[in-house]
């Protein structure tokens, strides 16, 4: 069964509401694309879950198209701080739940396992912990039957989609993830797998290469092949963050104002991730941040703060 399909048309699938878990790491493989066509398509109500906080969700929350956020903290790395999903917090103009990574990644691991809830230490006597408690569908303190001790039980995670960004997928949906992966959890939870890749491989390479299969194909629903799809944030061995770029978000991100003007000429000014790639960056940006295959990012590269 061949599972590529333009990004667009796997979008317009996606109901207002949905429960989206989103991967990526702070301004690692994240779905710049995938976010972008959401806002595009003008999809509302969202639920989000990411481990690590990052750009997509900044701007899927700054945007209006989230209902709720749940997020272990999360930033845009050196460059600055996610400020639509601050304020978000501060005016409460969305539901932000605030978890620690790993107490999201139990969570997610549980889901993926297909087990109501894992035991934890983590969280236990922090601010935030009593926060979430006021939720007893995500955690609840609970007695071990073994020794007796207390433990913070967190209850499985399986959103409607999650969604990831790799760097190779062939026909059949099998997908390779060179460097960290840390998102393994989140792809496997969702009750549908898309994700967006660099480009599509044969299915005789990954048969000549199993080893190199991240996530087999029984995990995923959909497979985009959206170039730089994680712009302009990195994608390891394929191309480094485009600093520039990421300053410019952080800038206008800081107020409402200014971030509203971002997106009117940057996502929906444009009709693809292509089109903001070029707006973005202008024409040739990509070389200039094209990874050393060696080191799998920009050698020497030197940010200036």
Not at 70 to 85: A, E, K, P, T
Not at 241 to 258: C, G, I, P
Request: neutral net charge; aromatic residues 10%; contains cysteine.
């Amino acid at each position: 069964m061949n599972k590529v399909r333009e990004l667009s048309d796997i979008v317009s699938e996606i109901p207002n509401g949905a429960e989206i878990g989103l991967g990526g790491f702070i301004i690692n493989r994240c779905g710049i694309a995938f976010a972008a066509e959401l806002l595009r398509q003008r999809k509302k109500d969202l639920v989000l879950y990411s481990m690590m906080g990052t750009m997509d969700a900044d701007l899927l929350v700054g945007a209006g198209a989230v209902k709720s956020y749940s997020y272990g903290g999360g930033s845009l790395d050196r460059f600055g701080r996610l400020d639509r999903v601050n304020e978000a917090i501060v005016k409460k103009t969305t539901e932000i739940k605030e978890y620690s990574g790993l107490a999201l990644a139990l969570r997610f691991l549980a889901g993926t396992l297909g087990i109501p809830f894992i035991p934890t230490k983590t969280l236990i006597g922090t601010d935030l912990l009593e926060e979430l408690m006021k939720d007893k569908d995500c955690v609840q303190m609970g007695t071990s039957p073994f020794d007796g001790d207390q433990y913070l039980f967190v209850s499985k995670l399986q959103p409607e989609y999650s969604v990831i960004h790799a760097q190779m997928a062939d026909e059949k949906g099998n997908i390779v993830i060179e460097g960290p992966t840390w998102d393994l959890e989140t792809a496997k939870a969702g009750k549908k797998l898309i994700v967006t890749v660099e480009q599509l491989v044969s299915n005789e390479y990954i048969k000549r290469n199993p080893e190199k299969v991240t996530i087999p194909s029984v995990y995923t629903y959909a497979v985009a092949v959206v170039p730089a799809g994680a712009y302009p944030g990195a994608t390891h061995k394929v191309y480094d963050y485009d600093d520039q770029a990421l300053r410019q978000y952080a800038k206008v991100n800081q107020s409402q104002e200014t971030f509203d003007a971002y997106v009117k000429e940057y996502i929906y000014g444009t009709k693809n991730h292509a089109e903001f790639i070029e707006k973005v960056g202008g024409a040739g940006v990509l070389n200039t941040i094209r990874a050393d295959l060696a080191y799998g990012y920009v050698k020497g590269k030197v940010v200036l703060s």
